[in-house]
């Protein structure tokens, strides 16, 4: 099956730094991508929808300015949380979906657990 | 707005018994319904899905799931799990002629003995 690559898979960093977070199709081309965020004994919770080429499309109450998320090419989505505080410590997760119709074409990425000190 | 509830949080079960999870949706319209599984390490996975016919889908790894409609339910079972199956169960919904972006539940930590 398709594979959605994720990276890194965990980073610590100190209140007020900014990370990215790269998530990459690896042998198909995603037009969208989507973010999610999972607070611990929570439910995925839909971010912000990535698609290639234009401004994201994010949920309300995501703050735009904070998560920002380009999608330059058609394998390529990052998500870089600015100024970073510890209540954005989070696990963050990517899907990818394929050019095809139906929530069956979604992949997934490993997710990231970010820390913030 | 679509919600995804899962009754377990936490389930251990020992090797050779039976399982069953439950996931209850909350949608007035047609909706699709998934299972996800999340292995140690891994990304989520498909384990199956439902979207219109036989409301008992059959899914890898032995795993089946059953949807009925007038309890709103579609809790996923296995006659007899493995140490293998020791994973996060994801139950996931999304609306039917939509954009196919699915609401998920908590999830489930399951746990299994050897």
Known sequence: G????????????KSGT?????????????????????????????????????????????????????HASLTLSTLTVTSAHPEDSSF???SARTTGTGSEKLFFGSGTQLSVL | ??????????????????????????YGGTVNLFWYVQYPGQHLQLLLKYFSGDPLVKG???????????????NLRKPSVQW????EYFCAAAASGGS???????????IVHP
């Not at chain 1, 398709?2 to 960093?13: D, E, K, L, M």
């Not at chain 1, 971010?47 to 994201?56: D, F, I, L, V, Y």
């Not at chain 2, 707005?1 to 909350?26: D, M, P, R």
């Not at chain 2, 890898?60 to 579609?74: M, P």
Request: glycine content about 4%.
């Open chain 1, 2 to 13: 398709a594979v959605v690559s994720q990276h890194p898979s965990w980073v610590i960093c």
């Open chain 1, 18 to 70: 900014s990370v990215k977070i790269e998530c990459r199709s690896l042998d198909f081309q995603a037009t969208t991508m989507f973010w999610y965020r999972q607070f611990p004994k929570q439910s995925l919770m839909l971010m912000a929808t990535s698609n290639e080429g234009s401004k994201a499309t994010y949920e309300q109450g995501v703050e735009k300015d904070k998560f920002l998320i380009n």
């Open chain 1, 92 to 94: 963050y997760i990517c």
């Open chain 2, 1 to 26: 707005a679509q919600s995804v509830s899962q009754h377990n949080h936490h389930v251990i079960l020992s090797e050779a018994a039976s399982l069953e999870l439950g996931c209850n949706y909350s």
């Open chain 2, 60 to 74: 890898i790894k032995g795993f089946e799931a059953e949807f009925i409609k007038s309890k709103f339910s579609f």
């Open chain 2, 84 to 87: 293998s199956d020791t994973a």
């Open chain 2, 100 to 110: 196919y972006i699915p609401t998920f539940g908590r999830g489930t930590s399951l």
